[in-house]
Structures are given as C-alpha cells and as structure tokens.
T-cell receptor, first 115, second 115 residues
Framework: AQSVTQLGSHVSVSEGALVLLRCNYS??????LFWYVQYPNQGLQLLLK??????LVKGINGFEAEFKKSETSFHLTKPSAHMSDAAEYFC?????????????FGTGTQLKVEL | DAGVTQSPTHLIKTRGQQVTLRCSPK?????VSWYQQALGQGPQFIFQ???????QRGNFPDRFSGHQFPNYSSELNVNALLLGDSALYLC??????????????FGPGTRLTVL
C-alpha cells in the first residue's frame, strides 16, 4: 500500500519569497508522484508529475519538484511566490499496475501568499 | 475540447435518501475514477471503472456503487445517505494504457450536502 504525508497543513509566505511545500511518501514499489493544485470551489489541476527518468521535474506556473528516493520525498518548490499561487496543494502517489492506477492523496497544504 | 464534466454542481439531500451523481469523461478517455473529498481533507479513492466494469475499489461501503455506460460516462450512486457522506465528489477520467501510467484529469466536482 502507498501513503503520503504532507508536513504543514498551512504555509504562509510573502509575495516574491520561496515556496516550499513538503511531501514524503511510502511505497513498496517504485512510485509515481504528483502535485495537484485546487482553487476554491474547483476540481484538481495537475501541476507536475514524476514517473521515471529525470528526478527534477518542472511543472506549470513555475513550480518544480525533486524526487529523492533516499529521503522518500517529493517536495514542491517555486523560487518566487505570486498572489495567484494562493490555493490548496495536494501531493499524491500511485503505482503502475497495468490495470488500475488509483491515486492516494495527502491531506493537503493550504498556501497563503501575503503582500 | 471539453474536459471532464460533472452534474449537478450542488446537491442537498436528507439522511436516508439516495443520490446519483454523473460524470462525462474527457473526449477520448475510456476510464473513470471517483473520489470523495471531505472538508479539509485530501480526496479519497472510491472506485474506478473501465469497460463498464469496476476495476478497483477503495475502502468504501457497499452503499457506494457505480456504473459506466458504453459511451464511457459514469454514475456514482450512494444509498442510505449519512451525514458523513457530505463532501465534494470528484470524477477523474483517463485513457487506459498497459504501457505507461494513465494521467487522470479531474472534473470540477459535485458538492453533496446531507442534512
């Protein structure tokens, strides 16, 4: 079974500051890892994903994440926060089984961006 | 190209009633997954449908059932509603592939309130 732990249910940064949202995973097989963003009253939008290959993945809106197997981590970063980044962010893990690939989500981190 | 659509957007029911939620997948997709997102929580996997059959199921009681139609659209049915069933129900669609992970695209969700 897979699981995800997101450290910090609320993170607050100043506009222009570094954004760092933490995610640690547990998986008995090589995982696929994802970050989703959810704006109020909306569904989930994929920010980026790691499946195989390069461990540093770049996503939309200037976000990136690095897969670190030794630390079982997949932290999300953005060099400079913008007011429009304020939203809830979810880390998720899945494994490829060839038939069914449910996503297991963390509890989310609410990002607040202040002037 | 229409994305994943869900109906209705909001729904209010009373305890003991039954509810049906609907989902139309993104054009070209053949697999539909359903997730329940309680307030302040991450989405939890309910089940996944492919070729009109339930392929995977999460830890949800039999009160939760589903169906997939030949046109790939899907319904989620919940019987004997409980207050705890109040949540945002998300539908996600993907294209089945045996060669790689199937990215899931999420709809905006249906907000169910049980009184």
């Amino acid at each position: 079974a897979q699981s995800v732990t997101q450290l910090g249910s609320h993170v607050s940064v100043s506009e222009g500051a570094l954004v760092l949202l933490r995610c640690n995973y547990s998986s008995s097989v090589p995982p696929y890892l994802f970050w989703y963003v959810q704006y109020p009253n909306q569904g989930l939008q994929l920010l980026l994903k790691y499946t195989t290959g390069a461990t540093l993945v770049k996503g939309i809106n200037g976000f990136e994440a690095e897969f670190k197997k030794s630390e079982t981590s997949f932290h999300l970063t953005k060099p400079s926060a913008h007011m429009s980044d304020a939203a809830e962010y979810f880390c998720a893990v899945s494994v490829f089984t060839g038939g069914g690939n449910k996503l297991t989500f963390g509890t989310g981190t609410q990002l607040k961006v202040e002037l | 190209d229409a994305g994943v659509t869900q109906s209705p957007t909001h729904l209010i029911k009373t305890r003991g009633q039954q509810v049906t939620l609907r989902c139309s997948p993104k054009s070209g997709h053949d697999t539909v997954s359903w997730y329940q997102q309680a307030l302040g929580q991450g989405p939890q996997f309910i089940f996944q449908y492919y070729e009109e059959e339930e392929r995977q199921r999460g830890n949800f009681p039999d009160r939760f059932s589903g169906h997939q139609f030949p046109n790939y659209s899907s319904e989620l049915n919940v019987n004997a509603l409980l207050l705890g069933d109040s949540a945002l129900y998300l539908c996600a669609s993907s294209l089945q592939s045996l060669a790689d992970f199937n990215e899931q695209f999420f709809g905006p969700g249906t907000r169910l309130t049980v009184l």
